[in-house]
Nanobody, 121 residues
Framework: QVQLEESGGGLVQAGGSLRLSCAAS????????MGWYRQAPGKQRELVAT???????DYADSVKGRFIISRDSAKNTLYLQLNSLKPGDTAGYSC???????????????WGQGTQVTVSS
């Protein structure tokens, strides 16, 4: 069984920073791409950033230059550094990962439960 667990959310003032973590645990053979998504109340979930196994990153236009996605493959952990936060960044942030649990099975996507980020003005 594979689990993803986020941490690091909280309440921060506009202009502040937070660092989110997403730790993968369980029966893991290989982790491929990983990503962060967010969903604000009344809005659809949106992609924030992704990172491939080789470290290639991509960002939503709304967070480019402010957020940084990274991963520590040795720790099976994904990070998101949130800088210059705005009230519009307020949302529940979730991570996902494309994971193979053994060499002969296809990979599948796993999701964490999410962590809340609230930015006050």
């Amino acid at each position: 069984q594979v689990q993803l667990e986020e941490s690091g959310g909280g309440l921060v003032q506009a202009g502040g920073s937070l660092r989110l973590s997403c730790a993968a645990s369980g029966s893991i053979f290989r982790i491929n791409a990983m990503g962060w998504y967010r969903q604000a109340p009344g809005k659809q979930r949106e992609l924030v950033a992704t990172i491939t196994a080789s470290g290639v990153t991509d960002y939503a236009d709304s967070v480019k230059g402010r957020f940084i996605i990274s991963r520590d493959s040795a720790k099976n952990t994904l990070y998101l550094q949130l800088n210059s936060l705005k009230p519009g960044d307020t949302a529940g942030y979730s991570c996902n990962a494309d994971i193979k649990i053994n060499w002969h099975s296809p990979s599948r996507t796993y999701w964490g439960q999410g962590t809340q980020v609230t930015v006050s003005s």
